[in-house]
């Protein structure tokens, strides 16, 4: 354990941030899970109202800079083209 208050500080926030990170980067995960699985199941309807809904979660991460804004724009891009490629089968 750090004896340094500074230090003391910068764990406490450290863990904060850790913990905020984890929440934001699940809900990104849960979010493209629910579009992907409504994509295999054939529910194109679904996908759609669920497609704005992860790419503004996927936006959302982004400018909290819990990942990259390029990582964020490849999400939302590999989304698009699974949602345009079924909806046109």
């Given at each position: 354990m750090a004896n340094?208050?500074?230090s003391i500080k910068r764990i406490k926030v450290t863990r904060k941030k850790t913990l905020r990170n984890r929440?934001?980067?699940s809900t990104v995960k849960t979010f493209v899970k629910k579009f992907e699985d409504a994509?295999?199941?054939?529910?194109?309807d679904e996908a759609k109202k669920l497609y704005p809904r992860a790419s503004h979660v996927i936006d959302r991460a982004a400018a909290k800079g819990v990942i990259h804004k390029n990582?964020?724009?490849r999400k939302k891009s590999r989304l698009a083209?699974?949602?345009?490629?079924?909806a046109a089968q």
């Open positions: 340094i208050k500074s929440v934001v980067k994509i295999s199941a054939g529910n194109i990582t964020a724009a083209l699974k949602l345009n490629k079924s």
